[in-house]
Every structure is written in C-alpha cells, then in structure tokens.
C-alpha cells in the first residue's frame, strides 16, 4: 500500500497563480483609485467659447466636476458644460489651490443650455437626483467644501426657480433626511485646468473606476430608487 503524501504540486501552482493574479489586480485597482484626481503637471485653461444664440447658462455645484459634468452631458437640450470652480475668494484658483480646501471654492459645471429643448427648472429637478443633498461639505467619497452642494443661479429668475423645486422637492423626496444643498446667486466662476475638461470622455476606464470605485451610483440607487439619474 502506498502510504506517500498526495502530490498537490499542481493545485499549490494553481493556487499561486491565482494569488499573485489577485495581487496584481488589487495593485492596479489601487492605483487608479488613489491618483484619479491628482493635481496636473502643467496646468492650462480651458478655452472659453462665445455662447451660441438664444442659449441661457446655469451653475451647478455637485461634487466631483468630472461626474456633474458627464451626467448633464446626458440631458437632451445641453449644449456644452464645463468643468471649473466658482464660490470661493480667490481668482483664477488651480486645482490643486482649490483642493488645499482653502480658497474656499466649490467644483462646479458651467451648463449652456437651449431653453426652447429644456427648461432652467427642469436642469435643477434633474440636479437633484445626480447627488446626495443630505450631506454637507462632501459627496460620495470626496470631503470637504470643494466637494460641496450647491446651485449658483445666474439671475433672480433662475434663483426664484431653484426655490420652487426644492419646495417640491421637499414635498416629495423619497429620503427623510434635510435637504442641505445652498441655493444662492452665482459668483464668479472660472473654467478648471485643460486636462479636467470631458475627462470622461477622454478617460472613459479612468473615470468609471473612479466613479464606481466613489460608490456615486450605489448611493444615488439606494437614496432615490428608480428617481435617480443619470
């Protein structure tokens, strides 16, 4: 009879394998995870264009830029967002000032929109549902005031309109926490660097491991249901 050991050689390779594979992926996970949204190298701003015809500009502040700036790209009716900072103190700021978290910016997206395909009120109802206004000073994975909520109407008309949609938004909001998002007029606003700019259309895998990696869309799910956008 033979009473040797079982040659497990080939299942110790195969689990080996299998080890350094998980090691290896967790490595990569981590490194898109920790430097999405490093400050660049050499920072440029991004062109300002002249506004087409007839359009109308709005001014929202929903955390990450990257991801406000994609979920309005969605809506029919937009004409071009941009990424930048607007509610702080000091001009012309750069990301990585505004990441210091001392010049008291928000991350916010220029809308230009056609008012004849979608209305200012109907942008702010769509807001809503993009982000979590039950916390102040952070969304999702990102804290601080640069990663606050806000709306920055760019006339009393549109502040008075952002006002009506929050008082039906209270009225109606799946969640029973407070609404905590500022509603205020806009300040100055000034676009972010070139490389910040459709970032997730120019860094499409980049930006979906961020964005999923943050926990954004799970959280949106579980506060709005089937309300939340995009």
Same mark, same amino acid.
């Given at each position: 009879m ?28 981590w490194?898109f ?10 920072? !440029?701003?991004?062109v300002? /264009? %002249?506004?087409? $015809?007839g &359009?109308?500009?709005a +001014?929202? *502040? ?6 406000t ?9 937009v ?51 993009t982000?979590?206004?039950?916390v ?7 804290? !601080?005031?640069?990663?606050? /909520? %806000?709306?920055? $109407?760019? &006339?009393?008309?549109? +502040?008075q *309109? ?26 100055d ?13 120019n ?7 961020y ?20």
């Amino acid at each position: 009879m033979n009473t040797s050991a079982p040659d497990t050689t080939p299942k110790r390779s195969k689990r080996a394998y299998w080890l350094a594979l998980a090691i290896i992926l967790a490595l990569i996970g981590w490194w898109f995870y920790a430097t999405p949204r490093q400050a660049p190298d050499a920072p !440029g701003r991004a062109v300002t /264009t %002249a506004l087409p $015809a007839g &359009s109308e500009v709005a +001014l929202f *502040a929903g955390g990450c830029f990257w991801c406000t700036e994609a979920d309005f790209d969605k809506v029919p009716g937009v004409l071009a967002t941009t990424s930048g900072y607007t509610g702080g103190k000091t001009a012309n700021p750069t990301y990585a000032e505004v990441s210091s978290h001392t010049t008291g910016h928000a991350e916010a997206v220029q809308v230009v929109f056609d008012p004849r395909q979608v209305s200012y009120r109907q942008l702010v109802d769509y807001f809503w549902r993009t982000i979590d206004p039950t916390v102040k000073d952070r969304q999702f994975c990102d804290i !601080g005031t640069p990663y606050r /909520t %806000a709306i920055f $109407a760019t &006339s009393p008309e549109q +502040l008075q *309109a952002a006002k009506d949609s929050l008082a039906a938004l209270e009225k109606t909001k799946p969640f029973t926490e407070p609404v905590v998002t500022q509603l205020q007029m806009a300040d100055d606003f000034y676009p972010a660097e070139a490389e910040h700019q459709n970032y997730h259309q120019n860094n499409p895998v980049r930006y979906d491991f961020y964005r999923k990696g943050c926990g954004r869309d799970a959280r949106l799910a579980q506060l709005w249901g089937t309300k939340a956008k995009p």
